[in-house]
C-alpha cells in the first residue's frame, strides 16, 4: 500500500463547483471585481500607502508601484536594523510608530510572504486600513502580473481544462485539495479557504512519500546559496552519493561554495556556472546575488551560460532534480524530457512562480513520462512555496 488515493466523486464535485462558479461569472463583473477589490479594502485611503516589509518582495512592489506613477509613504518593518535607514530611498519605521504616524490616515499593504501574523499585528495597533499585497497587484496588473506568481481571474477560464486535467491524475486527497484552496483563493483572493502550511523543513524532501536512496545523485537547478543541498544533507547524512549545484549568479555561488566547505561535504558537490532551459546558449541574465536571480527577457541583464540537462555529461546519473528557478521550471523540465524519460529521477519542481505553473507543470511532467506518481504540497502562506513531487513508483514509500 502506498500514499496514492484515488479521486473520490466527492473530490472531483468540489472542484465542479468551483470551476462551473468560474465559468458562469459574467466578464464584466470579474473584471470590475480585479480592478476593485484593492480599493474596496483600502477606501478613502487607497491614494497614501504604508508598505510593511523592506525585503525582496517590498522593493519589488515598490518598484513596481513607481513605475505606476504610485509612492508610498513610508515603509514600515519589524527588523530594528532597518528601522530609520531609507530603503531605496523611502524611510522605514517601527511598526509602533507607523501606525502612530499613518494608522488613521493610509492604508497599510502587508509586503512580506508569510503576513498573516504582520496583518494582525497592525490591526492590534490600530491601524484602520490593511491589505495584503495580492489585491494592489490586481489593482496594477499591468505591471505585476504574472511576475509575482498571481493571475487576473478572468483568465482563468481559458484555463479550466487545464485544472481538470492535472486534477484528475494527482494521486493523493492532500493534493486535489490544494489546487481546491489555491483555485478558491486566487480568483477570490479568500484567504479563509486556504489550510495551514506544511512545515517548511520538509520543502523539496517530502519523507512521508518517498524513500531514499542510499546512493542518491541530487541536481538542485538554481542553488542560491547552498540552503537545499544543505537540507539534502540533513535528511541523507553521510548516504548520498553527490551533488550538482546549478547557481549563475557569482555572488551566490561564492556563497555555495564556501558553505559547502563549512559543512564539510565539498568533496562531493560539483558546482555548475549555469542557468537550466531548454537551450545551450547565452541568455541575459538578472545576477541579483539573492535567491530571485533569474533568466530576463530584458537587455540590462548579464550574459551567461545556458545548459539543458539532457545535454550535461553526467559522471553519474541523477536520480532527484530540484528545480527553484524563479518561472523557467518548464523550460527545464522540457530540456531534460530524454533524462527523464529514461532514468526517472525523483523531481521538485517548484510550482508558485506563475500562477498557472500549479496545474501545467504537472501536466508537463506526466507529458513526457507517464509512470510518474504526482503530489502536490506548498510549504508558506497563500501561493508561495508550492512543490509538485514527480515520484517514480518504486521510489514511493511504503506504508
Excluded at 109 to 128: E, K, M, N
Aim: net charge negative; glycine share 6%.
Amino acid at each position: 500500500m502506498t500514499q496514492t488515493q484515488l479521486a473520490t466523486s466527492s473530490d472531483v464535485d468540489q472542484l465542479e463547483n468551483i470551476l462551473r462558479r468560474i465559468e458562469a461569472e459574467p466578464p464584466d463583473a470579474v473584471r470590475a471585481r480585479e480592478r476593485n477589490a484593492f480599493d474596496d479594502l483600502a477606501g478613502p485611503l487607497g491614494e497614501k500607502l504604508v508598505l510593511f516589509g523592506a525585503g525582496p518582495l517590498g522593493k519589488g512592489i515598490l518598484a513596481g508601484l513607481r513605475k505606476a506613477g504610485v509612492e508610498p509613504l513610508a515603509f514600515a518593518d519589524n527588523n530594528r536594523d532597518l528601522w530609520h535607514h531609507p530603503v531605496m530611498g523611502l524611510p522605514v519605521l517601527s511598526a509602533a510608530e507607523a501606525a502612530e504616524q499613518y494608522g488613521k490616515t493610509a492604508c497599510f499593504v502587508v509586503t512580506i510572504y508569510q503576513g498573516s501574523s504582520v496583518r494582525r499585528q497592525l490591526a492590534s495597533l490600530g491601524c484602520q486600513r490593511v491589505a495584503a499585497c495580492a489585491p494592489l497587484l490586481w489593482k496594477y496588473a499591468d505591471t505585476f502580473i504574472p511576475q509575482c506568481g498571481l493571475e487576473l481571474p478572468h483568465r482563468f477560464r481559458e484555463q479550466c481544462a487545464s485544472i481538470r486535467q492535472c486534477y484528475a491524475m494527482l494521486e493523493d486527497g492532500l493534493s486535489r485539495r490544494e489546487v481546491r484552496e489555491q483555485l478558491h483563493w486566487r480568483y477570490w483572493l479568500d484567504f479563509s479557504a486556504l489550510s495551514p502550511p506544511l512545515d517548511a523543513r520538509g520543502t523539496y524532501f517530502p519523507m512521508d512519500l518517498l524513500s531514499p536512496a542510499p546512493d542518491e545523485v541530487f541536481v538542485d537547478c538554481g542553488s542560491f546559496d547552498g540552503d537545499s543541498i544543505q537540507s539534502f544533507n540533513r535528511h541523507w547524512g553521510s548516504e548520498f552519493r553527490h551533488a550538482f549545484a546549478f547557481e549563475p549568479d557569482p555572488v551566490n555561488r561564492g556563497a555555495l561554495s564556501s558553505n559547502m566547505e563549512k559543512i564539510g561535504i565539498e568533496d562531493r558537490v560539483t558546482v555548475m556556472p549555469y542557468a537550466v532551459g531548454n537551450m545551450n546558449g547565452q541568455v541575459s541574465f538578472a545576477c541579483n546575488s539573492s535567491a530571485s536571480s533569474h533568466i530576463t527577457t530584458q537587455e540590462a541583464g548579464s550574459t551567461i551560460e545556458c545548459r539543458r540537462l539532457d545535454d550535461i555529461e553526467w559522471p553519474v546519473t541523477p536520480t532527484y532534480i530540484k528545480m527553484d528557478i524563479e518561472g523557467a521550471e518548464p523550460e527545464a523540465l522540457a530540456g531534460g524530457r530524454e533524462l527523464l524519460r529514461r532514468h526517472q529521477p525523483v523531481l521538485a519542481v517548484c510550482t508558485y512562480h506563475r500562477s498557472e505553473h500549479l496545474w501545467d507543470i504537472p501536466n508537463l511532467i506526466r507529458s513526457i513520462s507517464p509512470d510518474y506518481q504526482v503530489f502536490l504540497r506548498r510549504y508558506a502562506e497563500e501561493c508561495w512555496e508550492g512543490v509538485c513531487y514527480a515520484i517514480p513508483r518504486p521510489r514511493l514509500k511504503r506504508a
